[in-house]
Protein backbone atom coordinates (compact mmCIF):
# COMPACT_ATOMS: atom_id res chain seq x y z
CA UNK A 1 0.00 0.00 0.00
CA UNK A 2 1.46 3.31 -1.22
CA UNK A 3 2.20 5.20 2.45
CA UNK A 4 -0.24 8.99 2.03
CA UNK A 5 1.74 12.20 1.63
CA UNK A 6 2.53 14.55 3.98
CA UNK A 7 1.68 18.15 4.58
CA UNK A 8 4.15 19.68 7.06
CA UNK A 9 3.27 23.21 8.86
CA UNK A 10 6.61 24.89 9.10
CA UNK A 11 7.36 27.43 11.57
CA UNK A 12 10.11 29.25 10.23
CA UNK A 13 10.94 31.61 13.44
CA UNK A 14 11.19 35.21 13.32
CA UNK A 15 13.67 36.10 11.03
CA UNK A 16 17.26 34.62 11.34
CA UNK A 17 17.52 31.29 9.08
CA UNK A 18 19.49 30.09 11.64
CA UNK A 19 16.93 30.04 14.20
CA UNK A 20 14.77 27.19 12.03
CA UNK A 21 15.14 24.06 14.07
CA UNK A 22 17.01 21.09 12.67
CA UNK A 23 13.81 19.11 11.57
CA UNK A 24 12.69 21.99 10.04
CA UNK A 25 15.79 22.37 7.80
CA UNK A 26 16.00 18.36 7.59
CA UNK A 27 12.13 17.98 6.10
CA UNK A 28 12.55 21.64 4.26
CA UNK A 29 15.76 20.35 1.93
CA UNK A 30 14.02 17.05 1.16
CA UNK A 31 9.84 18.43 0.65
CA UNK A 32 9.44 18.55 -3.30
CA UNK A 33 6.63 21.19 -2.82
CA UNK A 34 6.54 24.36 -0.42
CA UNK A 35 3.59 26.43 0.10
CA UNK A 36 4.26 30.03 0.68
CA UNK A 37 1.70 32.30 2.02
CA UNK A 38 1.23 36.25 1.04
CA UNK A 39 -0.73 38.55 2.10
CA UNK A 40 -0.96 40.05 -1.54
CA UNK A 41 0.06 38.86 -4.79
CA UNK A 42 2.42 41.59 -5.65
CA UNK A 43 4.38 41.47 -2.48
CA UNK A 44 7.25 39.51 -1.60
CA UNK A 45 7.02 36.90 1.34
CA UNK A 46 8.58 37.53 4.52
CA UNK A 47 8.77 33.21 5.14
CA UNK A 48 10.19 32.04 2.14
CA UNK A 49 13.12 34.73 2.67
CA UNK A 50 13.88 33.36 6.08
CA UNK A 51 13.53 29.56 4.96
CA UNK A 52 14.66 29.80 1.28
CA UNK A 53 18.73 28.11 2.42
CA UNK A 54 17.40 25.15 3.34
CA UNK A 55 14.84 24.78 0.28
CA UNK A 56 15.91 21.90 -1.80
CA UNK A 57 17.19 22.75 -5.33
CA UNK A 58 14.79 21.08 -7.08
CA UNK A 59 11.70 22.18 -4.58
CA UNK A 60 8.70 23.97 -6.91
CA UNK A 61 7.41 26.81 -5.01
CA UNK A 62 3.77 27.49 -5.01
CA UNK A 63 2.50 31.39 -3.48
CA UNK A 64 -1.12 31.48 -1.83
CA UNK A 65 -2.84 34.82 -1.64
CA UNK A 66 -4.32 34.69 2.11
CA UNK A 67 -6.88 38.08 1.97
CA UNK A 68 -6.30 40.47 4.43
CA UNK A 69 -10.12 41.16 5.67
CA UNK A 70 -12.70 40.66 8.27
CA UNK A 71 -15.70 39.33 6.24
CA UNK A 72 -16.30 36.30 7.60
CA UNK A 73 -17.91 34.94 4.21
CA UNK A 74 -14.99 35.75 2.14
CA UNK A 75 -12.22 34.36 4.40
CA UNK A 76 -14.35 31.38 4.34
CA UNK A 77 -14.43 31.11 0.84
CA UNK A 78 -10.48 31.78 0.45
CA UNK A 79 -9.57 28.99 3.19
CA UNK A 80 -12.14 26.51 1.68
CA UNK A 81 -9.98 27.23 -1.99
CA UNK A 82 -6.35 27.23 -0.22
CA UNK A 83 -6.98 23.73 1.24
CA UNK A 84 -8.70 22.64 -1.97
CA UNK A 85 -4.87 23.52 -3.55
CA UNK A 86 -3.51 22.10 -0.53
CA UNK A 87 -5.17 18.27 -1.37
CA UNK A 88 -4.22 18.43 -5.06
CA UNK A 89 -0.56 19.35 -4.11
CA UNK A 90 -0.65 16.25 -1.37
CA UNK A 91 -2.12 14.42 -4.17
CA UNK A 92 1.07 14.75 -6.17
CA UNK A 93 3.47 14.54 -3.26
CA UNK A 94 4.59 15.77 0.31
CA UNK A 95 3.83 19.69 1.16
CA UNK A 96 5.36 22.17 3.18
CA UNK A 97 3.37 25.18 4.07
CA UNK A 98 5.68 27.60 5.65
CA UNK A 99 4.41 30.51 8.54
CA UNK A 100 6.03 33.04 10.59
CA UNK A 101 7.29 32.03 13.91
CA UNK A 102 5.20 29.00 15.38
CA UNK A 103 2.74 27.45 13.14
CA UNK A 104 0.00 27.67 16.49
CA UNK A 105 0.96 30.89 17.03
CA UNK A 106 -1.45 33.04 15.43
CA UNK A 107 -0.75 31.62 12.27
CA UNK A 108 -2.66 31.02 8.78
CA UNK A 109 -1.68 27.55 8.95
CA UNK A 110 -4.36 27.32 11.63
CA UNK A 111 -6.87 28.61 9.48
CA UNK A 112 -5.61 26.95 6.26
CA UNK A 113 -5.70 23.15 8.77
CA UNK A 114 -8.93 23.67 9.85
CA UNK A 115 -10.21 23.91 6.44
CA UNK A 116 -8.41 20.99 4.89
CA UNK A 117 -9.87 18.97 7.64
CA UNK A 118 -13.13 19.70 6.25
CA UNK A 119 -12.30 18.61 2.53
CA UNK A 120 -9.76 15.48 3.19
CA UNK A 121 -10.16 14.31 7.02
CA UNK A 122 -7.82 11.18 6.09
CA UNK A 123 -4.81 13.79 5.55
CA UNK A 124 -1.81 13.08 7.21
CA UNK A 125 -0.32 16.09 9.07
CA UNK A 126 2.94 16.79 10.91
CA UNK A 127 3.81 20.15 12.35
CA UNK A 128 7.17 21.62 13.21
CA UNK A 129 7.08 24.04 16.23
CA UNK A 130 8.96 27.63 15.29
CA UNK A 131 10.78 30.21 17.87
CA UNK A 132 8.52 32.45 18.11
CA UNK A 133 9.22 36.41 17.62
CA UNK A 134 8.54 37.29 21.47
CA UNK A 135 11.34 34.21 22.31
CA UNK A 136 13.44 35.99 19.85
CA UNK A 137 12.88 39.48 21.25
CA UNK A 138 13.65 38.59 24.61
CA UNK A 139 16.79 36.95 23.46
CA UNK A 140 18.20 39.82 22.30
CA UNK A 141 17.00 42.52 24.88
CA UNK A 142 17.91 40.07 27.84
CA UNK A 143 14.12 40.09 28.66
CA UNK A 144 13.20 37.74 31.53
CA UNK A 145 9.72 36.42 30.07
CA UNK A 146 8.87 34.39 33.00
CA UNK A 147 10.19 34.36 36.29
CA UNK A 148 9.21 32.52 39.60
CA UNK A 149 5.50 32.41 39.45
CA UNK A 150 4.74 35.86 37.40
CA UNK A 151 2.37 35.13 34.92
CA UNK A 152 2.68 36.09 31.53
CA UNK A 153 0.09 37.28 28.95
CA UNK A 154 0.45 37.52 25.10
CA UNK A 155 -1.97 39.82 23.27
CA UNK A 156 -2.62 40.33 20.11
CA UNK A 157 -2.98 44.17 19.63
CA UNK A 158 -6.23 45.70 18.83
CA UNK A 159 -7.55 49.45 18.37
CA UNK A 160 -9.59 48.59 21.53
CA UNK A 161 -6.51 48.25 23.96
CA UNK A 162 -8.58 47.93 27.20
CA UNK A 163 -7.44 43.84 27.06
CA UNK A 164 -4.07 45.44 27.23
CA UNK A 165 -4.72 47.68 30.03
CA UNK A 166 -6.23 45.09 31.59
CA UNK A 167 -2.74 42.69 31.48
CA UNK A 168 -0.91 45.29 32.64
CA UNK A 169 -3.05 46.06 35.86
CA UNK A 170 -2.93 42.90 36.72
CA UNK A 171 0.64 42.90 36.85
CA UNK A 172 3.53 40.12 35.09
CA UNK A 173 4.97 40.61 31.43
CA UNK A 174 2.90 41.50 29.08
CA UNK A 175 3.67 40.40 25.49
CA UNK A 176 1.76 42.79 22.85
CA UNK A 177 1.82 41.16 19.22
CA UNK A 178 0.91 42.86 15.51
CA UNK A 179 1.10 46.46 16.87
CA UNK A 180 0.89 48.54 13.68
CA UNK A 181 -0.76 52.07 13.64
CA UNK A 182 -1.32 51.66 17.33
CA UNK A 183 2.21 52.30 18.68
CA UNK A 184 1.37 55.87 19.56
CA UNK A 185 -1.87 54.64 21.92
CA UNK A 186 0.00 51.64 22.95
CA UNK A 187 2.99 54.27 24.03
CA UNK A 188 0.47 56.78 25.85
CA UNK A 189 -0.99 53.86 27.67
CA UNK A 190 2.54 52.30 28.98
CA UNK A 191 2.95 56.30 30.49
CA UNK A 192 -0.51 56.33 32.16
CA UNK A 193 0.20 52.84 33.38
CA UNK A 194 3.80 53.98 34.61
CA UNK A 195 5.22 50.85 32.60
CA UNK A 196 7.22 52.66 29.71
CA UNK A 197 10.59 52.35 31.35
CA UNK A 198 10.30 48.83 31.88
CA UNK A 199 8.89 48.07 28.23
CA UNK A 200 11.51 47.28 25.01
CA UNK A 201 10.57 47.00 21.69
CA UNK A 202 12.32 44.38 18.90
CA UNK A 203 10.79 45.25 15.12
CA UNK A 204 11.45 42.35 12.50
CA UNK A 205 13.66 40.24 15.19
CA UNK A 206 16.64 38.55 13.15
CA UNK A 207 15.73 39.94 9.65
CA UNK A 208 17.93 42.49 7.99
CA UNK A 209 16.04 45.52 9.50
CA UNK A 210 16.20 44.89 12.87
CA UNK A 211 15.28 47.09 15.23
CA UNK A 212 15.91 47.16 18.98
CA UNK A 213 14.64 49.89 21.45
CA UNK A 214 14.94 50.28 25.01
CA UNK A 215 14.33 53.69 25.38
CA UNK A 216 10.62 53.85 23.89
CA UNK A 217 9.96 57.14 24.25
CA UNK A 218 12.34 57.43 21.47
CA UNK A 219 9.45 55.75 19.29
CA UNK A 220 8.01 59.04 19.43
CA UNK A 221 10.25 60.79 17.28
CA UNK A 222 11.21 57.94 14.82
CA UNK A 223 8.15 55.22 14.73
CA UNK A 224 8.23 52.12 12.32
CA UNK A 225 6.05 52.52 10.03
CA UNK A 226 2.75 50.63 10.00
CA UNK A 227 4.18 47.51 7.94
CA UNK A 228 7.05 47.02 10.35
CA UNK A 229 5.21 47.92 13.40
CA UNK A 230 3.34 44.88 12.77
CA UNK A 231 6.14 43.10 12.74
CA UNK A 232 7.01 44.56 16.44
CA UNK A 233 6.49 43.13 19.25
CA UNK A 234 6.36 44.88 22.76
CA UNK A 235 7.47 43.48 25.75
CA UNK A 236 6.58 44.68 29.02
CA UNK A 237 7.24 44.57 32.70
CA UNK A 238 4.36 45.41 35.04
CA UNK A 239 4.71 45.25 39.09
CA UNK A 240 2.08 42.33 40.52
CA UNK A 241 -0.66 44.32 42.78
CA UNK A 242 0.45 43.68 46.34
CA UNK A 243 -3.09 42.34 48.25
Known amino acids: MTKPHTLYGIGVGPGDPDL ?3 KA ?11 VPKAKSDGGSVALRIAQKHIGPKAEIHEMVFPMTKDKTRLAEAWLASAQKVADLLALGDTCFLTLGDAFLYSTYIYLLRALEKILPSARVITVPGITSF ?8 FHLGEGKEPITIIPT ?6 ARDAILRGGTIVLMKIGHRLPAILALLEETGTIATSVLVQKAGQPEQRIETDLRQLRQNAPDDEAGYLS ?4 HAPIPQP
Open 25 to 35: ARILSECPQII
Open 233 to 236: ILLV
Open 158 to 163: DDDLSP
Open 135 to 142: SASAALTR
Open 20 to 22: LTV
